[in-house]
């Protein structure tokens, strides 16, 4: 329910230092997603990046744009225009929540719900593009707090889709309801409509519709369940990388201490270091302030959309804010 990061964050330029961690990651990462089962809406898919399958949008313009200069906690339930990203990869959510949808001509995958006023916001988008919303096979999520899960049973209600999650979100999207496990859980307003199917889906594990497929990656620590998500778009001959990555602020209620916490700091420093080695041409946050998307959508290049920098980047501001957070629990200063 907090927001994904600092969108003033430095955003400096890539150290060439880290490409060659990056291919050795990457190289780990292909292995486990070999080893992993595929969860798939079609078993006899081919595996290719799909290419643009949706003409462009043309119903939305009484759609206003997001206004420009509004902070990461304005604008969550009002309605963004929908528009490309890259390829067949869409953004469909409000100004100020994510909800990514990535189409082809053999179903689609909805990423991320938004909150109760979100949800049905999201649907209007999708619809706008021209999609159906019952060819949405699957549903997945950032992670288990109301400003990204809250919108997902009315989704779930009108796409008929299965919503896929790592095995420590289940219980709390299911439930509506988060527990101790959650650093935010004595927050307000953390509770929100169960959803009904939840199917656990695992690290690694690569999530099929027609040519599309999106990998799962753990990167908990925000929350237990936290994933982030890349798959590969195309236009034309020029494919991209996209990641989809969770929120990776250090926060708290008033009671929860990471410090009392070794292994879920342990956690959360191996999903940063993941997140700093995904394949990334094109970042996308569940604030889309966060990694201040509507800027780079404006078409002028600057800053620009496609960053192969921004994952690393993001990852680093997400190492010094856990640092941060942790000396000022040991010098008693937080929570
Ligand atoms: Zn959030
Ligand atoms: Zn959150």
């Not at 604008?75 to 890259?86: E, L, S, V």
């Not at 995958?109 to 988008?125: C, F, K």
Request: glycine share 10%.
């Amino acid at each position: 329910m907090t927001p994904t990061s600092d969108p003033t964050a430095p955003r400096g330029p890539a150290a060439p230092a880290w490409m060659g961690r990056v291919i050795a990651v990457l190289g780990i990462g292909m292995l486990l997603s070999a080893c992993q089962p595929d969860i798939s809406a079609d078993a006899a898919a081919p595996a290719a990046p799909a290419s643009a399958a949706l003409p462009a949008a043309s119903a939305v313009d009484h759609v206003p744009a997001c206004p420009a200069g509004a902070s990461v906690m304005d604008g969550w339930n009002d309605r963004a225009p929908p528009r490309r990203i890259f390829g067949n990869t869409w953004y469909v959510g409000t100004c100020g929540l994510s909800a990514v949808l990535v189409t082809s001509d053999q179903g689609h995958v909805l990423i991320d719900g938004g909150t109760v006023a979100a949800g049905p916001l999201i649907e209007a988008n999708i619809r706008a593009l021209g999609v159906d919303p019952h060819a949405v096979k699957y549903l997945l999520n950032s992670h288990e707090h109301s400003d990204h899960a809250a919108g997902l049973a009315h989704l779930q209600a009108a796409t008929g889709a299965p919503l896929l999650a790592r095995a420590p979100a289940v219980a709390t999207l299911h439930n509506g309801r988060g527990d101790r496990s959650d650093p935010q859980h004595l927050e307000p307003g953390g509770t929100f409509p169960p959803v009904a199917n939840v199917v656990v889906v695992a690290d690694g594990e690569v999530v099929r519709v027609g040519p599309l497929a999106l990998t799962a990656h753990a990167t908990p620590g925000h929350t237990p369940g936290g994933t982030s998500w890349t798959w590969r778009s195309c236009e034309g001959a020029r494919c991209l990388d996209i990641a989809y990555t969770d929120s990776v602020s250090a926060i708290s209620d008033a009671q929860y201490r990471y410090g009392d916490h070794p292994q879920v700091v342990a956690a959360f420093r191996r999903g940063l270091d993941t997140l700093a080695a995904l394949p990334c041409d094109i970042h996308v946050t569940p604030h889309p302030l966060g990694s201040n998307l509507f800027a780079r959508l404006a078409g002028d290049g600057t800053p620009p959309l496609v960053d192969a920098g921004a994952c690393q980047r993001y990852a680093q501001h997400g190492r010094a804010q856990l640092d941060a957070r942790l000396k000022e629990e040991a010098a008693g200063r937080k929570p």
